[in-house]
């Protein structure tokens, strides 16, 4: 499934507990519907979750508002509450993120993010991004593409 829409809330992030920690992120994404009731906007909030690399990616690159590109997969499951009940789940399986404006179109600035505050210039990629928010494309990367 591919989703498009903005986080609701900043990523909450844990960690597996065992031999190999696993970041395990969860977010809500507000997805707008494609058509409106009676002139009202009208979202979907979906339920997401990533694993590994994709939560580390969550936890250090988005917060409330960013709008993004997911894909995933559709998970079900249940599971029983303290009171006796069954309760069922729905989320989004995140494989993929893809950032869908540039920063100054979502009004972030790096000093919201905690993590990326002290991080190195080549670690948050700002120099790989240009004054309009958008990523540089190298000089003669056209001869290296399968389809140009």
């Given at each position: 499934?591919?989703?498009?829409?903005?986080?609701?809330?900043?990523?909450?992030?844990?960690?597996?507990?065992?031999?190999?920690?696993?970041?395990?992120?969860?977010?809500?994404?507000?997805?707008?519907?494609?058509?409106?009731?009676?002139?009202?906007?009208?979202?979907?909030?979906?339920?997401?979750?990533?694993?590994?690399?994709?939560?580390?990616?969550?936890?250090?690159?988005?917060?409330?508002?960013?709008?993004?590109?997911?894909?995933?997969?559709?998970?079900?499951?249940?599971?029983?509450?303290?009171d006796g009940q069954k309760v069922y789940t729905n989320e989004c399986l995140v494989s993929e993120h893809y950032f869908c404006?540039?920063?100054?179109?979502?009004?972030?600035?790096?000093?919201?993010?905690?993590?990326?505050?002290?991080?190195?210039?080549?670690?948050?990629?700002?120099?790989?991004?240009?004054?309009?928010?958008?990523?540089?494309?190298?000089?003669?990367?056209?001869?290296e593409l399968p389809f140009a």
């Amino acid at each position: 499934m591919i989703l498009m829409g903005r986080l609701t809330r900043d990523p909450d992030i844990r960690y597996s507990t065992g031999e190999k920690p696993t970041a395990i992120a969860r977010y809500t994404l507000a997805v707008d519907r494609r058509y409106k009731k009676g002139g009202e906007q009208n979202a979907d909030f979906i339920n997401c979750v990533c694993l590994g690399k994709q939560g580390e990616f969550a936890q250090m690159h988005l917060h409330q508002g960013t709008k993004i590109v997911i894909v995933g997969s559709w998970q079900t499951g249940s599971y029983t509450n303290r009171d006796g009940q069954k309760v069922y789940t729905n989320e989004c399986l995140v494989s993929e993120h893809y950032f869908c404006e540039s920063k100054s179109e979502g009004n972030y600035t790096p000093s919201q993010n905690p993590v990326l505050q002290d991080a190195p210039q080549s670690f948050s990629q700002q120099s790989m991004v240009d004054s309009s928010g958008f990523m540089r494309i190298p000089d003669g990367i056209d001869d290296e593409l399968p389809f140009a």
